[in-house]
Nanobody
């Protein structure tokens, strides 16, 4: 059984930083790429960042470029999302997702393309 678990959320003031972690487990687990999405109350789930294991390629939503950094440690099956210069509009539940097989980078932003999801971790940025 595959499990994806996020951690590291919390309450932070605007301008502050948080680092989220996403750990995958399960003997059968293997992934081509992993991604972070977020969902604020009353809004649709939106893409934040993606990390491709082969080559370490990274992809970001325009709204977080220059502020967020996604990285991964293959041996730990863990990806991280370092979030700096946080803004109140970054407040949301952050979800980690994993994609088993090849995915065209143009589709990384589509949440329907991912096979496994975590339960989410709340990030709240106060003004």
């Amino acid at each position: 059984q595959v499990e994806v678990v996020e951690s590291g959320g919390g309450l932070v003031q605007a301008g502050g930083s948080l680092r989220l972690s996403c750990a995958a487990s399960g003997r059968a687990f293997s992934s081509y790429a992993m991604a972070w999405f977020r969902q604020a109350p009353g809004k649709e789930r939106e893409f934040v960042a993606a990390f491709r294991w082969s080559g370490g390629n990274t992809y970001y939503a325009d709204s977080v470029k220059g502020r967020f950094t996604v990285s991964g440690v293959n041996a730990k099956k863990t990806v991280y999302l370092q979030m700096n210069s946080l803004k109140p509009e970054d407040t949301a539940v952050y979800y980690c997702a994993a994609r088993r097989n090849f995915l065209n980078p143009d589709l990384y932003t589509h949440y329907g393309q991912y096979d496994y999801w975590g339960q989410g971790t709340q990030v709240t940025v106060s003004s």
